[in-house]
């Protein structure tokens, strides 16, 4: 150090005695980590339970108990795939181009990528809405009409923008059941994921479509025609 003790023993300063504990703080920290360890056996063999319980508590005093973010989590990942298409007829033989996002699972052969500790909050959303429909979560159809419209600080959040000239004419949503893929497939198809359709998540819509209009103006996100 730049001082010794001594030059500086005009401030008052002094180290702290080390005396060790006394008997009674001894028996009282061998007590409360004896108590801390016997309440701990419950919530420990819920942690090994197939069958946990989440966020409760084992004892009145509500000591060492199970918390956590979440109260579950799902064992299945699903996944919502926006694709648009600048054909301007629907078939059975449209040519659908998807959007890929910054962090979540899209493109079965791109590798899962290191987003942590940064946190994507759109691809987060796009996570817990792939739980339910879009019905409960509006956002997600302002989304739709924002990919619709071209709008430049929505495509910002994404990966890739598969029409980076015009926005496409066409959007909708598919749901897959997404899995990792085991050691053979990746080795054979150079897939880190599998995935499997899991049907329609939104519509076939347009900036046309009078029920997406409708939606959007009773949200106030279009003015009223």
């Known amino acids: 150090s730049c001082f010794d003790d001594q030059t500086l023993g005009w401030l008052g300063m002094h180290a702290p005695s080390t005396h060790p504990p006394d008997l009674v703080f001894r028996i009282l920290t061998v007590g409360i980590l004896l108590l801390v360890i016997g309440l701990s056996v419950k919530p420990v063999k819920n942690l090994l339970s197939r069958r946990q319980i989440m966020n409760t508590v084992f004892n009145r005093f509500h000591f060492v108990g199970t918390y956590g973010a979440f109260g579950g989590i799902t064992r299945e990942r699903y996944e919502i795939v926006i694709e648009g298409t600048d054909e301007a007829v629907i078939t059975a033989s449209t040519k659908w181009r998807e959007y890929e996002f910054k962090g979540k699972p899209g493109d079965p052969t791109r590798m899962p990528p290191q987003i942590a500790p940064y946190h994507l909050r759109l691809d987060w959303l796009m996570w817990f809405a792939a739980m339910g429909s879009y019905q409960r979560h509006p956002w997600f159809i302002h989304l739709?009409?924002?990919?619709?419209?071209?709008?430049?600080?929505?495509?910002?959040?994404?990966?890739?923008?598969?029409?980076?000239d015009q926005p496409p004419r066409f959007i909708r949503a598919q749901r897959y059941l997404y899995r990792f893929s085991s050691r053979q497939e990746k080795k054979k198809a150079g897939l880190w994921w599998m995935r499997e359709p899991a049907g329609s998540y939104f519509p076939t819509v347009s900036l046309e479509s009078p029920a997406l209009r409708m939606l959007l103006q009773q949200m106030r996100w279009m003015e009223a025609d």
């Open 144 to 164: 739709m009409a924002k990919l619709l419209q071209g709008d430049k600080p929505v495509i910002s959040l994404l990966k890739h923008n598969p029409f980076p």
